[in-house]
């Protein structure tokens, strides 16, 4: 039996949580801004976007950095990032240089291997492991559907097929488990923006459960996740981040939390529902929608919404020809016209199609239009989601580079100090991306 000092993590301990199973608690006093705790990924795996802006070893984002000689597609700051990668890349060199172009497991069969390669390396518990191991992650696999059963035999296939040499495999019972627990308990690295960086695996902060009210906020440092208080915690009190995007109303976001994660949530603000009313607000008009016309028109943003999501990144999609990132323009004003009859400008799904256009635009490098949805957007978001919202902070950032862009220094200035002082309390004031976001103010 492990001991009890194994079960507890500076202030904090794990503890079995009410009606949620295993969580993590405060055993002291943390204030805003204070980091609780930070843990390195047990594996990561940057996405391929971002190969040669980022380190494939730590995820710094650099200029010149060096490629693997094989493959010529991994890119390190050093010698030594190159070397204390080498266990993990040597999995994807050999193949990607066998398969070219046709190389293209997804990043979740990327990370697997990657997992699967640290097992047998490194079996015994690792600095990731301190309150709860890999191999302890919940699979939640009685409850997938035939789909999600098929996506995950998809990439079992991909796996066997993209990585041989360097991986032993266990059965196939076994790897659909595998599976199963990295879709629950995975992370996605996000830098300032909150643009997509990779994919990887953080145990310890996988033991903290959901809340739309959460008292923490998870950020990264290259590979390591920080975990900060957003609220004041208390003694006792349980430790709650977000798994999801707070902006939607309380049916969106359960219905999230049950397909991702296989439960709903009971916390205050899933049980009031009070800021449902202003996030699905409604055009005052002298003669108002009926509520079956509202009712439709949520319906007609969901699905519209839904498309969005499985599109994942349009970039990617977008990268090949000019017409496709035209059409989704489109799409996303012909959205807005239709729902702009129904709902005000702040209502949450008119909030999300301006944020698809806003990304449309900056892809395109419109900075005009990307600065018009932007300035549409950064009010509405400051009341929706909570405060030291990283959403908030990366709107903030967006416009004031924007700003910067266009000659306008003054309400540049003005947008990326209230980005930092959002970032101070969820990043901490020693992250680089603020100083990186100050030394933007001085050379401006």
Same mark, same amino acid.
């Given at each position: 039996?492990? &001991?009890?000092?194994? @079960?507890?993590?500076?202030?904090?301990?794990?503890?079995?949580?009410?009606?949620?199973?295993?969580? %993590?608690?405060?055993?002291?006093?943390?204030?805003?801004?204070?980091?609780?705790?930070?843990? $390195?990924?047990?594996?990561?795996?940057?996405?391929?976007?971002?190969?040669?802006?980022?380190?494939?070893?730590?995820?710094?984002?650099?200029?010149?950095?060096?490629?693997?000689?094989?493959?010529?597609?991994?890119?390190? !700051?050093?010698?030594?990032?190159?070397?204390?990668? =080498?266990?993990?890349?040597?999995?994807?060199?050999?193949?990607?240089?066998?398969?070219?172009?046709? =190389?293209?497991?997804? *990043?979740?069969?990327?990370?697997?291997?990657?997992?699967?390669?640290?097992?047998?390396?490194?079996?015994?518990?690792?600095?990731?492991?301190?309150? /709860?191991?890999?191999?302890?992650?919940?699979?939640?696999?009685?409850?997938?559907?035939? *789909?999600?059963?098929? %996506?995950?035999?998809?990439? +079992?296939?991909? /796996?066997?097929?993209?990585?041989?040499?360097?991986?032993?495999?266990?059965?196939?019972?076994?790897?659909?488990?595998?599976?199963?627990?990295?879709?629950?308990?995975?992370?996605?690295? #996000?830098?300032?923006?909150? &643009?997509?960086?990779?994919?990887? +695996?953080?145990?310890?902060?996988?033991?903290?459960?959901?809340? !739309?009210?959460?008292?923490?906020?998870?950020?990264?440092?290259?590979?390591?996740? #920080?975990?900060?208080?957003?609220?004041? +915690?208390?003694?006792?009190?349980?430790?709650?981040?977000?798994?999801?995007?707070?902006?939607?109303?309380?049916?969106?976001?359960?219905?999230?939390?049950?397909?991702?994660?296989?439960?709903?949530?009971? !916390?205050?603000?899933?049980?009031?529902?009070?800021?449902?009313? @202003?996030?699905?607000?409604?055009?005052?008009?002298?003669?108002?929608? &009926?509520?079956?016309?509202?009712?439709?028109?949520?319906?007609?943003?969901?699905?519209?919404?839904?498309?969005?999501?499985?599109?994942?990144?349009?970039?990617?999609? %977008?990268?090949?020809?000019?017409?496709?990132?035209?059409?989704?323009? *489109?799409?996303? *004003?012909?959205?807005?016209?239709?729902?702009?009859?129904?709902?005000?400008? &702040?209502?949450?799904?008119?909030?999300?199609?301006?944020?698809?256009?806003?990304?449309?635009?900056?892809?395109?490098?419109? =900075?005009?239009?990307? /600065?018009?949805?932007?300035?549409? +957007?950064?009010? $509405?978001?400051?009341?929706?989601?909570?405060?030291?919202?990283?959403?908030?902070?990366?709107?903030?950032?967006?416009?004031?580079?924007?700003?910067?862009?266009?000659?306008?220094?003054?309400?540049?200035?003005?947008?990326?100090?209230?980005?930092?002082?959002?970032?101070?309390?969820?990043?901490?004031?020693?992250?680089?991306?603020?100083?990186?976001?100050?030394?933007?103010?001085?050379?401006?």
């Amino acid at each position: 039996m492990r &001991s009890e000092a194994a @079960e507890q993590l500076g202030g904090l301990e794990k503890f079995a949580s009410p009606g949620k199973g295993r969580g %993590l608690r405060a055993r002291r006093r943390f204030g805003v801004g204070e980091l609780l705790f930070s843990c $390195p990924a047990y594996a990561a795996v940057l996405t391929v976007s971002e190969r040669g802006s980022h380190c494939d070893g730590c995820f710094a984002r650099k200029e010149g950095l060096s490629k693997c000689g094989r493959c010529k597609q991994a890119f390190y !700051c050093n010698v030594e990032c190159q070397k204390e990668d =080498w266990p993990m890349h040597k999995l994807e060199c050999a193949s990607m240089c066998a398969f070219g172009q046709n =190389w293209q497991p997804s *990043e979740t069969v990327r990370l697997t291997a990657r997992i699967l390669a640290k097992q047998k390396i490194h079996p015994e518990r690792t600095e990731s492991e301190k309150l /709860l191991a890999v191999k302890e992650f919940e699979s939640h696999l009685d409850k997938l559907d035939n *789909e999600k059963r098929e %996506l995950i035999q998809n990439d +079992i296939a991909a /796996l066997h097929h993209f990585y041989s040499k360097h991986l032993d495999y266990p059965d196939n019972a076994a790897l659909v488990v595998l599976f199963a627990q990295v879709n629950c308990n995975g992370f996605t690295i #996000e830098d300032e923006e909150l &643009s997509h960086l990779g994919s990887a +695996i953080f145990p310890d902060v996988a033991l903290m459960n959901h809340s !739309c009210c959460p008292n923490v906020i998870v950020t990264y440092k290259g590979t390591l996740a #920080e975990v900060r208080a957003v609220k004041e +915690i208390e003694p006792g009190e349980e430790i709650f981040s977000s798994y999801i995007d707070l902006l939607y109303p309380t049916e969106d976001r359960n219905d999230r939390l049950r397909d991702s994660y296989f439960f709903s949530c009971d !916390c205050r603000e899933c049980v009031t529902k009070e800021k449902d009313k @202003e996030k699905l607000e409604i055009c005052k008009l002298n003669d108002p929608p &009926s509520a079956e016309t509202v009712k439709g028109m949520i319906q007609y943003a969901r699905n519209v919404i839904e498309e969005f999501r499985r599109a994942k990144h349009y970039k990617y999609i %977008l990268c090949l020809t000019l017409t496709p990132l035209v059409e989704l323009l *489109e799409i996303c *004003e012909l959205s807005l016209d239709k729902m702009g009859a129904v709902f005000e400008d &702040s209502n949450v799904y008119m909030l999300h199609m301006m944020y698809q256009a806003m990304g449309v635009c900056l892809y395109e490098q419109d =900075w005009e239009g990307a /600065l018009r949805y932007g300035q549409k +957007i950064i009010r $509405p978001y400051s009341k929706h989601y909570p405060s030291y919202s990283l959403n908030v902070a990366s709107m903030w950032l967006k416009l004031g580079r924007l700003y910067m862009a266009l000659k306008n220094r003054t309400a540049g200035v003005k947008a990326l100090k209230r980005a930092i002082a959002i970032m101070e309390v969820a990043h901490g004031k020693d992250h680089p991306y603020i100083s990186e976001i100050k030394k933007e103010l001085e050379d401006h």
